[in-house]
């Protein structure tokens, strides 16, 4: 049973790769004007990975994930996705988390490397409060992150912020929070007159869902966010220790 359920939730989160490239057209109609609102979603899509929950994992535990955020369309003015004939688009990004030992504070590394995008990052939570017994009260957590992007026809860099909340219920973990993301990407090896170009965009995102664990040990996510105004979902399967 609980290779099935790995299996499912991979597929669904490999499933905006399935069809091609969401991006494989940026040197067809990228403009300068058109690089802000093309930054705008993909930070998006990177700062929806930051967090599943309010509560570190703390020292000596370890978390290991494979999560992926699908936004269901681009937003009105990203005309490269949308003169490209992009809908719905997404990335898949695999994370480490472990409890360092300074009270509180998880380390965290994360990337992905897929169609020629790779994105390696890291930051760091903190447990701005964790509920023990008594399990009515939140968890609240803090984070941040730094990414490196990199792509055939761009490349920049991600950072952000969070606050998040969460309820460490017995199977179901309801948690919700808000980051603020702040990108820059800059186009590369596209033509003379566009190469060098950049852009640089931040935007609030908001999120809620649940976590569950249905076995000691493995959860499943999933969560409806508002990505910079942008409708998303995000899912994803981990071990935590």
């Known amino acids: 049973m ?24 940026f040197k067809t109609h990228i403009k300068s004007s058109l690089l802000k609102p093309f930054t705008e979603d993909f930070g998006g899509l990177v700062g929806a990975n930051d967090f ?17 955020v699908v936004q269901f369309e681009p937003n009105d003015d990203n005309l490269v996705l949308k003169n490209a004939g992009v809908d719905t688009f997404g990335i898949a990004m695999a994370q480490g988390s472990i409890g360092i030992p300074v009270a509180g504070i998880d380390a965290v590394l994360r990337g992905t490397s897929i169609m020629g995008l790779n994105i390696i990052g890291g930051g760091v939570r903190y447990s701005f409060h964790r509920s023990g017994l008594a399990k009515f009260i939140p968890d609240v957590m803090l984070s941040a992150f730094y990414d490196t992007i990199s792509y055939d026809y761009f490349e ?11 309820f460490d219920l017995p199977i179901i973990k309801p948690y919700a929070g808000i980051g603020y993301d702040r990108t820059k ?3 590369k090896d596209v033509s003379a007159l566009l190469n060098g170009v950049d852009a640089s ?4 995102r908001f999120t809620v869902g649940t976590r569950l664990t249905p076995f000691p040990f493995l959860y499943l996510y999933g969560a409806y966010s508002l990505l910079h105004s942008n409708n998303a979902a995000q899912f994803g399967v981990g071990i935590n220790f």
């Open 52 to 68: 599943n929950t309010g509560r570190t994992v703390s020292f000596p535990g370890f978390d290991v994930s494979l999560g992926g």
């Open 201 to 204: 965009v931040g935007k609030m």
């Open 185 to 187: 990407l800059e186009i």
């Open 2 to 25: 609980k290779k099935i359920l790995m299996v499912l939730v991979v597929c669904l989160i490999f499933a905006p790769y399935l069809q091609a490239d969401p991006f494989e057209d």
């Open 156 to 166: 920049g860099s991600h950072y952000s912020f969070d606050v998040s909340a969460s």
